[in-house]
């Protein structure tokens, strides 16, 4: 029997209403007169994500570690475009202005499912929670959207309890101990299929691909387009 649902965070609850990469790049590049070589762009761009996992738990890990490593992550891209003068501040705007999770507050956006679906599931007696891969707190960022109240637990691979990303089994069992269930009594909705199908199901957990623009066809056994579908799914409780 189904007693709790847990929620993948980006792209499953909410959407950043920021402008694409690219355009915000290209206008703070014109709003400082500088140059970007965009033949370089693509090679940039993989290294900067291929950097971006969730830290190697150490004795002297912090926030304020993490988020310096953010900063000095996006300057070392800024230069490896060929951009040598104002780094810091190009690399400041451009993470506010693309929307990095550091200043999600600025453009957050909930889907108009997920209220919805939240408070159907709360009021039927399930147990919620958020499994994110995220590298900044989420406890403030849901308060400010108003589902704070929806969850019994809101679990950050930033997390020091936690230092875990997606599909890595230790931040779904990490989950599960915070509600106090049993992986066969959760389901864990997502729209990555392997950080959200592939991790839950490797460690006992039934995965739902949340699939909205139709993409995904036939990567998962269970496949949904609208979170509004979870409670005929999931069915009484």
Partial sequence: MVKAVFFDFYKTLFVHEAQSFETSLQNIAARYGVEINWERFETAMERLFASTSAPTPTPDYSLLASSITVMLRE???????????HVEQIAWELLQSAGHP????????????????????????????IVS???????????????ADYFDAIVASHDARVRSEKPDPHIFNYALAA????????????DTYEAD???ARDVGIRPILLD????????SDETIQRLSELPEILGPH
Avoid: M
């Fill in 75 to 85: 300057c070392e891209f800024i230069r490896e475009l060929g951009i040598e003068k």
């Fill in 102 to 129: 550091l200043f999600t507050a600025n453009n957050t956006l909930l889907y108009d499912d997920a209220v919805p679906t939240l408070e159907h599931l709360q009021n039927a007696g399930f147990k919620l929670a």
């Fill in 133 to 147: 891969n995220w590298d900044t707190p989420l406890g403030p960022l849901t308060e400010r959207l108003g589902i």
């Fill in 179 to 190: 509600i106090g269930v049993s992986a066969e009594e959760a389901v864990h909705v997502g």
């Fill in 197 to 199: 199908i592939v991790g």
């Fill in 212 to 219: 909205r623009d139709g993409t995904q066809t036939g990567r």
